[in-house]
Structure formats: structure tokens, C-alpha cells
């Protein structure tokens, strides 16, 4: 059974910092590429940031510099560092895994970032 399970969201002020985690289970951790999405109340689910099972990352423009992925496969866990947040970064954060090269996807429950100001 895939599980993807997101930890670490929370209530957090302009300027503050938070870590997310998702941990992984049922697949092939170091085959897939990782990848954080989020989706603010009725906007459309967006891209934040992706990290491939060679550790090349790609960041949204809006979080470039302010938004770090990290992996660590041992663990079979993806990591999202956010700093200087911002109001505008307020939503529920997904955990998403892809399969480099069947494309198969998973997706977690998400977890809630609240950011105020």
C-alpha cells in the first residue's frame, strides 16, 4: 500500500520559517522524482517545488530563494525548508511522488500552512 504522508504544517508569522515532511512508503523511493505542490483557498493546485531522484531540483518563481527541497533516500523522505513566508504562501502543501520513467503518481492528503501577517 502507498502511503505519502505530510507532517509539519501549522500557523506560522510573516517572516517565519517552517520545515515540511513526507515520508514514503510502497514505492521505490530512489527511482522517483519528488515534488512539492500547493493550493490556496479556490486557486487551482500549483507547483512549488521538484526534486529528481538525482537530486536536480526546480522551484516556482514565487519561492525561489525562499523555498529549499531536500531528500534523503535512506529515510525515503522529501523535505520543503520555507523561509521568509509570506501571507500569499498560505495553503495546503502536497507531497507528490512520480516514477522517472513508468510516470506512475501518488499524491498525499496535504498539510495546511496558514501564514498571517
Not at 525561489?64 to 525515503?76: E, L, M, P, Q, W
Amino acid at each position: 500500500q502507498v502511503q505519502l504522508v505530510e507532517s509539519g504544517g501549522g500557523l506560522v508569522q510573516a517572516g517565519g520559517s517552517l520545515r515540511l515532511s513526507c515520508a514514503a512508503s510502497g514505492i521505490p523511493f530512489s527511482l522517483n522524482v519528488m515534488g512539492w505542490f500547493r493550493q490556496a483557498p479556490g486557486k487551482q493546485r500549483e507547483l512549488v517545488a521538484t526534486i529528481t531522484n538525482g537530486g536536480i531540483t526546480n522551484y516556482a518563481d514565487s519561492v525561489k530563494g525562499r523555498f529549499t527541497i531536500s531528500r534523503d533516500n535512506a529515510k525515503s523522505t522529501v523535505y520543503l525548508r520555507m523561509d521568509s513566508l509570506k501571507p500569499e504562501d498560505t495553503a495546503v502543501y502536497y507531497c507528490k511522488s512520480r516514477h522517472h520513467w513508468s510516470a506512475i503518481e501518488y499524491w498525499g492528503k496535504g498539510t495546511l500552512v496558514t501564514v498571517s501577517s
